[in-house]
Each structure stands twice: as structure tokens, then as C-alpha cells.
């Protein structure tokens, strides 16, 4: 097959934290194809020439298939070019990447994958709070709160409760109220420091304080509507100043 193509992680929206490899790729692309967690100043960096096509979920539109988003990924490399995926934060971490990669290798087109900087990275850095931290927390797990028809998915709460780590919990606006509870059935305490991040990196980031108990709540109140990480874990305390002030929301200059 002629052309290639490469999966490029976008970073959490901030152009600045796209890797120099990302940007060399978008630079030779010949064709973007983007989600809607792909901020604009970071499209602006592909050549004027190169097709631009959208096939992310925008409201009131209908997403484009996985299926459909692999078939076209494949016919364009097979016109000789060169294709950049360009996908929100990283493309292995909840970004169906994978299914992608499969989609191309299976046929025969060359792909080169991009790392970026997923957003449970770009909230710690935001917040200056170390995901990892002697004597607070061994471990990260990176979960998702959003299952199969509005279902949460089957994690052993039990188990993430007890590891004593820090968790980064993605896709959780609307499920939140039922992680927390989750979490908190299953042995974790709600003093437990917890934070969302609205829009992490990008000048309309949001940061909502809270507890593990109390945090579906202020989630809730703040009527959230971009992309919405929440950490969860003693490591939260450590943030800076102003995301662990009483404010209750902080709207964040860049
Ligand atoms: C489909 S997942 C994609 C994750 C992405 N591949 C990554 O590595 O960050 C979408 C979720 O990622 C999180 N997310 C992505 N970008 C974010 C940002 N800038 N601020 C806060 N959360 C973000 C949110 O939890 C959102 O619901």
C-alpha cells in the first residue's frame, strides 16, 4: 500500500504539550482525520493543504462509527497519503486506538503510533499534585465510569478501594454520583480528597474541589459540559493552593 498512516495522541488541548514527533507528523499530513476532543489551535498546525475531516460527535450530530472511522482510515492511506488520526490525550488510553491499529495493520497499511500526554498526566501537572508519592500512594489506576448503555463498568471496586492508590477516573460526568458511591460502598472513606478538572490545560479549564463524598454533588452544581477528569486519592491534597483553596470552582487563566 502506498501511503501511511500515523496515530497521533493530541495532548489534553493545549498546543504546547503536543510532542515535537506529533508535530512533524501533522506537519507531512496529507489528510487529518480528528475527534471533537481535538482543539483547534492544534488542527491549525496541519499544512493549509491538508484535508481536514471530522469524525467526532459534535451535539445534535451523530458520531461516525468505529467501524466507519476504520474503513475510512484505511481507504484514504490506500490513495497513497499520508493519513494523521488525531485523537484527544493518548491513543491507547481510552481512545480506541487499538481497534484502529488492527483496522490498518490488517491491511497492510504502515502505521506509526504517536504518543501524547493523556489527561490524568495533564491534571497532575495543571494542579501540581504527583499522581505517585512516597508513603501516599504506590500505585495510579487510569478507569473509565462510562459502560455499556449507561451502565457502570464492572470494576472490583473492592479491590481499587484497597490499593490505597491514587485514581484518575475518565468519561465519570454523568456516572459520577454512582462511582463515588461505588467506591465508598466498597470500603473507601468519603473524606477521601477528590478533585474534577474541567478542560484540563486549555484557558477555560475548571477545577472542583471536593470530597469523595461530596464531589458528584459539586460536579453536579457546576453543570460541567467539556471533556472532565476526576482524581481521587490522598495524593489530591498535595495540590497547589488554589485548586485545595475553599473556592469551590476556580476558573483558570491560561
Ligand atoms: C474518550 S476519553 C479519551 C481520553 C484520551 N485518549 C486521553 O488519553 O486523555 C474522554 C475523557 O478523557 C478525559 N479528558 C480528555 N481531555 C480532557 C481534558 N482536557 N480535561 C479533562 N479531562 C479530559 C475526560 O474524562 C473525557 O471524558
Known sequence: MAGRATLVGAGPGDPELLTLKALRALSSAD????????DPSV??????????????????????SQAAINALLVREVR??????????????VFGRGGE????????????EVVPGITAALAVAARLGLPLTHRGLARGLHLITAHGAEEDLPAHDWRALAEAGGTLAVYMGSRTLPRVAAALIDAGMAPETPAIAVENASL???????A???????????????????VLIGAVV??????????????????
Open 100 to 111: 484502529e491499529l488492527e483496522a490498518l495493520r490488517a491491511a497492510g497499511a504502515a502505521v
Open 31 to 38: 489528510v487529518v482525520l480528528y475527534d471533537k476532543l481535538v
Open 79 to 92: 490513495t497513497g497519503a499520508h493519513v494523521v488520526r488525531l485523537k484527544g490525550g493518548d491513543p491507547f
Open 43 to 64: 488542527l491549525d498546525l496541519a499544512p493549509r493543504h491538508a484535508r481536514r475531516i471530522d469524525v467526532g460527535k459534535r451535539c445534535g450530530r451523530h458520531a461516525m
Open 211 to 229: 470530597t469523595l463524598g461530596a464531589i458528584a454533588a459539586a460536579v453536579s452544581a457546576a453543570a460541567v459540559e467539556g471533556p472532565t477528569l
Open 237 to 254: 491534597a498535595l495540590a497547589g493552593s488554589a485548586a485545595a483553596s475553599g473556592r469551590a470552582i476556580e476558573r483558570h487563566a491560561a
Open 203 to 209: 484557558p477555560s479549564e475548571r477545577r472542583i474541589p
